[in-house]
């Protein structure tokens, strides 16, 4: 069983920044891959990002890249996502998952979420 609690979220003004964190919980979480996905109101849950626990393989979804950042702490069995630059369209709720070993931008292939951390945007 793996456990995650996201954190960090908030009310933000555009081009400011905000990094959210992950704390993953449970036995084997060394062997698994970490994802961010976000859900608007009114629109379907979506890939932002994902890191492979193991290797450190960092993957972005292309309405993010050069933005945001995905990290992680192995001391605190813990992920990270830099959001930087925030946009109004960046608004949402952001969620945590995990899946055994590689990271894949289909949620359905992940195992495990988080209860999610809202996001806010201003213009």
């Known amino acids: 069983q793996v456990a995650l609690v996201e954190s960090g979220g908030g009310l933000v003004q555009a081009g400011d920044s905000l990094r959210l964190s992950c704390a993953a919980s449970?036995?084997?979480?060394?062997?698994?891959?970490l994802a961010w996905f976000r859900q608007a109101p009114g629109k379907e849950r979506e890939f932002v990002a994902c890191i492979d626990w193991s290797i450190g393989r960092n993957y972005i979804a292309d309405s993010v890249k050069g933005r945001f950042l995905t990290s992680r702490d192995n001391t605190k069995n813990t992920v990270y996502l830099q959001m930087n630059n925030l946009k109004p369209e960046d608004t949402a709720v952001y969620y945590c998952?995990?899946?055994?070993?590689?990271?894949?931008?289909?949620?359905?292939?992940?195992?495990?979420w988080g209860q999610g951390t809202q996001v806010t945007v201003s213009s």
């Open positions: 449970g036995r084997m979480i060394s062997s698994y891959a």
């Open positions: 998952s995990a899946r055994p070993r590689y990271c894949s931008t289909k949620e359905n292939e992940y195992n495990y």
